[in-house]
């Protein structure tokens, strides 16, 4: 306690400072990803910006010096208007201010800040942000969003569950969840694990990068378009009587002409190797590989928490035999014992906090981390604490 007493501490001191990077991703892009401070957790009204057009409604996330990272504030205006909206639009478009980010992932700095003082906010967040993923995974009426540039973590929530996503040539799209010591989380363990082949395995547990037509190539877009037609395709839409008109019209502005999936070549050796049933199967796979892909690869994972790793793993495994809100429930659970875990808090400190990229993960080695330390990840929670998925 004494050790995470001195790291709240240092948060304090550095909340207003810059966050350094680590080597997996850019430094802009890995400060915003996992960092918003505290001052950033407001109830600003401008932190979302809703419009009502006719029967139409659009959902502007407006952080864009944060990359739209997404905080509890701003889940607290999204759910109950999309909760209404549901009953009385014919159409709802979801978007992120500025020309970086659609949404960069969500504010685990400030969740691990109300840890370190013996705050509730990450059982908050990580419930509220989960029901929200549920209600846009059931939503009745056509939800389009546009993932134009990054689009990581609790930005994937708000956008792959819906009907359409709608990509660019600048949508990045990464989960790198198990860097953190966390897991695919935002019902990563409902759609991952239903991409082609071993493709979602392999981006769960290395947090690799997608861009641009990629992210419609591995199946997360339902779309392409040029960002610099974005703004016309929102007006036609907007124009749309049904959901006719939703299809042709996105259909009309999506670039048929694309260039072929960047992992082409690689796919036979994602699915020979994310194939195996243990995190050990895989790694050895990979110390077996001496190709320029197996060896970079080996180096992301020797990266990730190895809990994490584990975690994450029988949570696909788990996940792809059930519905989405199901896997949300799961994730909740897991959502909680992360945030009462070494490996989580240890994980933005050393990312986020003290930055020295190297975190003490605990275990430190993959095959330290039992069978019995994973299975309790997945514990059922007291019934008044389980998922509910209506707020």
């Known amino acids: 306690m004494c050790v995470y007493l001195n790291y709240c501490n240092r948060i304090n001191n550095l909340l207003i400072k810059k966050v350094n990077i680590t080597p997996l991703f850019n430094k802009k892009l890995l400060q915003n990803i996992f ?34 990272s997404l905080n509890l504030s701003m889940v607290r205006k999204i759910y109950p208007t999309l909760a209404k909206w549901e009953k009385e639009k014919t159409l709802v478009i ?9 949404c960069a992932g969500g504010d685990v700095k400030a969740v691990v800040e109300s840890a370190f003082e013996g705050g509730d906010l990450g059982n908050q967040f990580f419930r509220e942000e989960y029901i929200c993923n549920g209600l846009i995974g059931s939503y009745k009426i056509p939800y389009i969003a546009f993932i134009h540039g990054i689009v990581m973590g609790g930005g994937v929530g708000l956008s792959v569950h819906g009907k359409y ?34 493709l979602g395995y392999y981006l ?14 591995a199946g997360i877009a339902t779309h392409f378009v040029q960002s610099d037609d974005l703004h016309n395709l929102e007006q036609e839409l907007l124009q749309c009587k049904n959901e006719n008109d939703v299809q042709y019209t996105l259909k009309k502005f999506h670039v048929k002409d694309l260039p072929e999936f960047s992992l082409t070549k690689d796919l036979d050796k994602i699915n020979y190797t994310f194939a195996s049933d243990t995190v050990e199967g ?31 793993l029988k949570a696909l495994e788990i996940g792809k ?11 909740y659970r897991l959502a909680t014992s992360c945030l009462a875990n070494k490996d989580f808090l240890e994980g933005v400190r050393a990312l986020l906090i003290d930055k020295d990229q190297n975190p003490q993960w605990s275990p430190k080695k993959i095959e330290d981390v039992t069978n019995d330390i994973v299975h309790s990840f997945f514990t059922k929670l007291p019934d008044h604490q389980e998922l509910k998925h209506r707020l």
């Open 204 to 217: 769960a547990l290395t947090g690799f990068r997608l861009k641009g037509s990629d992210v419609m190539k």
């Open 282 to 312: 895989i790694v050895q796979k990979l110390e077996n590989d001496c190709s320029e892909w197996g060896q970079q690869t080996l180096k992301l994972m020797q990266k990730m928490s190895p809990t994490s790793l584990k975690v994450s």
């Open 321 to 331: 035999k059930m519905d989405l809100l199901d896997c949300l429930q799961m994730e």
């Open 35 to 68: 960092s918003v401070s505290a001052r950033n957790m407001s109830d600003s009204q401008e932190d979302v910006l809703i419009q009502n057009v006719d029967d139409k409604g659009i959902i502007c996330l407006n952080r864009p010096k944060a990359l739209n």
């Open 165 to 198: 996503r709608v990509a660019t040539e600048k949508t990045l799209f990464a989960m790198p969840e198990t860097q953190i010591g966390l897991f695919p989380d935002v019902g990563g363990t409902y759609f991952l694990p239903r991409l082609g082949g071993q």
């Open 94 to 102: 979801v978007k992120g201010a500025g020309d970086k980010a659609f």
